[in-house]
């Protein structure tokens, strides 16, 4: 199989693109068609190189002479609203594309860049699945789902997603928000950027050129009388410590935070500057997730794992698991089929780490306890590790032991 690069080189420089609005919407459709998530414009030395993010991976989509660089690019920037001849700083707005299959206006997210041969332009779609409002569509194993619908009781506290790069945090803060009904329910948002609208949510875009960040957003919702405030990401001690009083008067918060695992989230409030006394009071769940490539369900075959590798499953699933249970699981590989695309994986799988934060967590809080510390507590009480997690998901046939054990 060819790489990337060999793929390129392979590729001839298209010359003539015919009308430049025809050739935008025919990139939009087949970005659509093949459920990409990103769409690179790319300029470089000798030629414009557009291609797409699917399934984490890139995909080579043409090569074009760079006489065309202007017209594409001009033409994004007149589409997104951005204007036409700044080319020295980096812009971001947005696009509002009619796709054709099922008549809906999808949101596309678009970014340029000044580079050194130009502006390179990089548009996220944002198409929001409907099923999302299904909990169940989102993966949770049954001791985790019965955690999250126990803690969405709740009618205050502190809910957080913790995330790095590409973990499907709008999806799942799109779910949570889904769950609670607008018109019972004074709901606001605010947003870097707003990705889906929802309907009879009060949703807030920031603008930090003049000041309307998220702290002084957030103090000037506490007096528009809200029951759930949505804050799109923690991102310094004054928006935590805001989050945390609001959820101390009686609101429910929910927001993201950028930590690699439900105790390190923890960890990262301290560190930015909140009070333990009251993190402590305030904080009810955190949700760690990743998504892992989904092995298709068409052509997957049983796997028998080498016993090295058979080991370190054991390792990690025997404290949560009975012995006899562990040996007798089953794991899977792909053969490759039509459906797939003779590629090994089909779409992305949701995995997590569900932190409830309970009165044995408490004083550990208090004491600022270390994020290996609470962890090594939480496993003691049930709390299933997220690469627990992938792999039980393995055994269950969604993903291969490989491709959990990156998660190390």
């Not at 809200?226 to 004054?238: G, L, T, Y």
């Not at 054991?314 to 006899?324: E, V």
């Not at 562990?326 to 459906?339: Q, T």
């Amino acid at each position: 199989m060819l790489d990337n690069k060999e793929i390129l080189e392979k590729m001839d420089v298209r010359k003539n693109i015919g009308d430049v609005v025809d050739y935008v919407n025919s990139i939009f459709a087949k970005a659509l068609e093949r459920k990409a998530s990103d769409i690179h414009i790319e300029p470089t030395e000798f030629f414009l190189l557009i291609r797409f993010r699917q399934d984490w991976d890139f995909f080579m989509i043409d090569k074009l002479d760079r006489e065309n660089i202007s017209p594409i690019i001009t033409r994004l920037k007149v589409l997104s609203k951005v204007k036409i001849d700044e080319n020295k700083k980096p812009q971001d707005w947005k696009i509002v594309y009619m796709d054709s299959t099922d008549n809906k206006n999808i949101d596309i997210r678009v970014s340029t860049l000044p580079t050194s041969y130009w502006e390179k332009i990089v548009m996220r779609i944002l198409k929001p699945d409907a099923t999302l409002t299904n909990i169940d569509k989102l993966w949770f194993i049954d001791v985790n789902l019965e955690k999250v619908r126990e803690a969405l009781k709740s009618s205050y506290w502190i809910i957080l997603v913790a995330w790095p790069t590409w973990s499907g945090k709008s999806t799942t803060l799109f779910w949570v928000l889904k769950n609670y009904n607008p018109l019972e329910h004074n709901i606001s948002t605010l947003e870097d950027p707003i990705e889906y609208n929802i309907e009879y949510v009060n949703q807030s875009q920031v603008k930090p050129d003049i000041w309307f960040t998220f702290s002084t957003w957030l103090r000037s919702l506490v007096r528009q009388d809200p029951d759930i405030i949505m804050v799109w990401e923690i991102r310094d001690k004054e928006t935590a410590i805001l989050a945390v009083e609001a959820a101390l008067t009686w609101h429910l918060v929910l927001s993201t935070i950028h930590t690699n695992s439900a105790t390190a989230t923890i960890q990262r409030l301290i560190n930015m500057g909140v009070e333990t006394f009251l993190l402590s009071s305030s904080i009810r769940m955190v949700i760690s997730q990743r998504l892992l490539k989904k092995i298709c369900q068409n052509c997957k075959k049983e796997k028998n794992l080498s016993e090295p590798l058979l080991k370190k499953v054991r390792d990690f699933l025997y404290p949560i698991m009975d012995k006899s249970e562990v040996d007798s699981l089953v794991f899977y590989e792909w053969e490759g089929c039509e459906k797939c695309n003779w590629s090994w994986f089909k779409w992305r799988l949701w995995i997590h780490e569900v932190l409830i934060v309970e009165p044995y967590l408490e004083g550990m809080i208090i004491n600022k306890a270390s994020a290996n510390e609470m962890t090594e507590l939480a496993i003691k009480n049930w709390m299933v590790t997220i690469l627990q997690d992938a792999l039980i998901k393995a055994a269950m046939g969604l993903t291969t032991v490989e491709q959990s054990l990156q998660l190390i």
